[in-house]
DNA sequence: AATGAATGAGGCTTCATTCAT
DNA sequence: GATGAATGAAGCCTCATTCAT
């Protein structure tokens, strides 16, 4: 449609079009299998475009991982708007993770493979930026007393752990029952920081 | 006769000794990049000797797996013998994942890791092994009341998501006190299980 | 669309160039020893460039034969255009395989070559596509009365293992007369299949 | 039986032993495959003693041909032992291959299968031994006045030709009946040196 | 006479990357 | 902006061969 078109913008879709492959490739083989000739394929160009786009095979990851990212932080942000309070947005933030991956498969599978591999000798960052908004929302609890005493790193430790493995496991069990399981997650944690769960009375 | 079981013997200490130093490559530099080339350097031996000890690269991991799953699971069984009761073994299991962790970190991190490459392949039943000794003890706390009511499997999930994504964590964060960790842990579940925590009052 | 014309040529041509190079180590050295290492530095390319031409080692042998074969069979085919009868077309069928021998002597042994591998590898409708030609001939001279009563079958095995069998020893015996010998069949089989030789008299 | 005998004989029933067993592996898996630890584990040894009792695989390979081209010369002239005059020696040799072919296949396979092998750089002396015995007979029924004229190395490589791919497609055609196809080819061949054939009358 | 362990060359294959066009 | 062709390093694996014991 926009073929004669030639502006700068051409190229940020491109890249965006590129990422997109990526993730759907990611998703269904895992990283490891993500060959350039895959994603190339799946993209309907070659491999040597690829490069004009990204440097090198890690810029295309790294592209990748912010996209879903961010993505993924968005969706989570927008479920948690509605909640006011640590104790619900805390609820919301882990019923929140199943819904994305319910929504977004894709996506999610995408953004653990690819931090999965970025772990060993990655960015230390990324984790924290992972860990921020979890923590954030375990330290006002603390602060406004709604919570109980308990070690902030290690409670978000064991929540990001929890949600950071659930793709996996649905993507081995499809029959599971992500919306139940969300709930599950947001009453068990929520009785760990809380000592008691509100909404399940 | 002699003769064949001392070198079987040295076969088998030969096949040891490799899986030991497959462990280790596999702990520093992760599943993938831990080639046979690598392994065999570490070893001090060449690629061609591997093949005479194994069938096949796959055959080694099989072998590095089942020592690290036998060896975490001797060692953990160890410090759940002397908890009685459901919740003492619960906590007692927490408490022992970030204490292997601190003994033999390889045997840990190389666990992880090929139980993750093993799973993208592959064995579903590796994965009811590992949630099965944890189900077992929140079934038994149901049965005998000390536990509220939760799905089982929902819980046993994030515990093991907790205890998986913790090897990672405590590599690029070598000051985390896996001693407090695991005590936290353990509290976290406990409260999550039982409503309280007995032994923090 | 010109573009993919002109480049779908190039690599046409590139296979083809490929598949000769293969023929002529192949013709050389035997299959077995026709590594794609050789190959490939006949063609003066590296290994890997092959595998952007071919799937792999049997797609390349596959062509190979393919090819000779294909040629073999023009070949024959021409030269047998002029022969009506069977009588005729037996002969001109048995001259022409040494004359082929002498014309491109390359084709021959590399299609005996890999037939040979491919037959004991698999296809066992390789087998019958060379025989067929030669019993038809046989079928159609028994039909017609010009033939004597022989079995099919056994008369087809010895005409085919006489050609099969002619390019190793031609190979060894550079000296040896292809077309005398080529006429000796054709008087040879002729009076077999007849019972007398009607061009010597 | 013999077990505490120290003769040099030990020596060579132990070659002879080891041989007969890579003539089982060679039928069964064809000279490529057949590798030194088929070969040792078929003779249950060890791939290294076999270099005590050979120098290298040829020389094993090397014995192959000769023990089996040696039994079945004796096969062969056994049971042209009781023909007499250059007819009936023909038709004599012509259905020994086939017979022999039924006695003892692993022979048969073993001997063409290294021999090809052998072609490709081998003894032409060896080729030589092969033709000899069908050109003599050739020779002396064209002295006699019992065989037409003909050239005798084309005839007797026609032979040769049509024996020596008989095995490969007996083993791919089980059903083939070698005795009729035995019969079959002498009268052909009966037919193509005298010009009829006596014995079907 | 033989074994067990290892070597080292060579084979096939994959893939990120480069580059002329 | 993109393609097609190629490179080269690395990976896994096979196997004849060697050698101390």
Redesign the interface.
Known sequence: MFLTVRSAGRDEERREYLVQCAIEVIAEL?V?RASLSEIASRAAITKGAIFYHFTNRKELLDAVFTTVAGRGAGFIQERMAGASGPTARLRAYLEAFPAALLIAPNDIHAMIAVA?EH??GGD?AL?EMALAPIEEILREGQRTGEF?D??I???A??I???????P??AA?HPDLDLT??GR??A???E??VT??VAHNG
Chains 1, 2, 3, 4 share one sequence.
């Open positions: 895992g490891k999965a772990e060993l230390p984790e109980l308990f070690p790193r290690s409670m430790l064991a990001r752990g929890t949600t950071e493995t659930l996996g496991y081995r139940a399981h599950a997650l009453d068990l944690f009785r760990a000592g008691t």
